[in-house]
C-alpha cells in the first residue's frame, strides 16, 4: 500500500501535471471503484484542478466547484501518467482522469478490487474521509507520545493505526522500528520515555529519508515503480536475509495478509518472536533465540 512517502511524492508530481488544469472527464472502467453516486459523476466535468491533499493514505483532488476526488489506492492500487485520452484495456484499468496533456490512469493489481474513488463536497465532505492520526512530521514529542500510549497495542500496530498516526503502514514501520531498535510487539504503555524518544525521531527520519530518496529516483517523472519492498530497505520483505547493522537473519511475524519484518538481534534481544503458522507447526523445532537459530540441528 503506498505510504506518507509515496503519496507525497505522487501528489508533488500530480501538482506539475494537474494543477490548476481542467479535468475534462472521468472515465470508469470497474463497477467496483465508484464508491459515492452524489455528487454525480458528471459534477467534476471540466472544472479546474485548484488544489491537491493526502489525507492519511488518500489522495484528494479538490476542484474549482469545491468537489473533490478521494482516492485511496489500498493495497495494489497505483497510478499512471499516460497520453491525453489513453485507453483503458485489462482487467487492471479501473478509470482515467481526462486532462488536455494527459490522462491520468488508476489501475489495480490482482482480483479483489479494494481501491475506492469518493466523491464528495468541501470541507465537510474530506472530514468525514480523515481518519484522524497525527501527522509525526509537524508534531511535537509531547504530541506523539499521548497518541502513542492512548491504547495500549504493540508498537506495530500503534504506528499502522490511521486513527493514531497519518501515513504509515506495514513497509515504513518494520523500517522505523528497526532504526529504533524496538521490538514490534513491545507494548505502547510499557515503553519509557527514552525508547518513546527514539521511535519519534525514527519516525521522523525514516519517513523523511525515505521521501527525499524516492524524489530523487522519480526526478521529474512520474513516479510509476511504487512498491512496498525496496531492496534498500533494511528488514521490510528481507527474511532470511542478512540485518544490514549486524548481519542477523531478518525474522518475520505472518497473520492472516500481513507480515512483520525484523532483526532479533538488534530490536528483540536475540529472541525470536514466535509466528502463528509456523511456531504452532514446528513446535519444540521452532527456534527460540539468535543462538538457536544460528545453531546446526
Not at 95 to 107: C, H, P, Q
Not at 175 to 193: G, M
Not at 252 to 270: L, V
Amino acid at each position: 500500500m503506498p505510504e506518507l512517502p509515496d503519496i507525497t511524492v505522487y501528489l508533488e508530481s500530480l501538482q506539475r501535471r494537474i494543477g490548476g488544469h481542467v479535468l475534462q472527464r472521468v472515465r470508469v472502467a470497474s463497477p467496483f471503484l465508484l464508491r459515492t453516486a452524489e455528487p454525480p459523476i458528471e459534477a467534476v466535468q471540466d472544472q479546474m484542478v485548484t488544489e491537491l491533499r493526502r489525507i492519511g493514505k488518500r489522495i484528494a483532488i479538490g476542484l474549482e466547484n469545491d468537489v473533490w476526488l478521494v482516492l485511496h489506492l489500498m493495497i495494489a492500487g497505483r497510478l499512471h501518467w499516460r497520453p491525453a485520452d489513453a485507453r483503458l484495456g485489462g482487467k487492471a484499468s479501473l478509470a482515467a482522469l481526462d486532462f488536455e496533456k494527459g490522462s491520468l490512469v488508476i489501475t489495480e493489481a490482482g482480483a479483489k478490487k479494494r481501491a475506492s474513488l469518493h466523491l464528495v463536497r468541501g470541507e465537510s465532505g474530506l472530514t468525514s474521509h480523515d481518519p484522524g492520526g497525527l501527522e509525526v512530521l509537524s508534531a511535537s514529542l509531547d504530541e506523539f507520545l499521548a497518541a502513542l500510549t492512548r491504547r495500549n497495542h504493540t508498537l506495530r500496530r500503534a504506528l499502522t493505526d490511521p486513527t493514531l498516526f497519518s501515513g504509515i503502514g506495514n513497509a515504513y514501520s518494520d523500517e522505523i522500528l528497526h532504526r529504533a531498535r524496538l521490538s514490534p510487539v513491545a507494548l505502547t504503555q510499557k515503553i519509557d520515555r527514552e525508547q518513546c524518544t527514539r521511535l519519534y525521531e525514527a519516525v521522523r527520519e525514516t519517513l523523511t529519508e525515505w521521501t527525499e530518496r524516492l524524489r530523487r529516483q522519480a526526478g521529474e517523472r512520474f513516479p510509476e515503480k511504487v512498491t512496498a519492498f525496496r531492496p534498500e530497505m533494511a528488514v521490510h520483505g528481507r527474511y532470511g536475509e542478512p540485518c544490514p547493522v549486524c548481519g542477523t537473519p531478518v525474522q518475520r511475524i505472518r497473520y492472516a495478509e500481513n507480515e512483520t519484518n525484523y532483526c532479533p538481534r538488534c530490536q528483540t534481544g536475540g529472541k525470536i518472536l514466535a509466528d502463528r503458522s509456523l511456531s504452532r507447526l514446528l513446535k519444540s523445532d521452532w527456534p527460540r533465540s539468535v543462538e538457536e537459530l544460528e545453531t546446526p540441528p
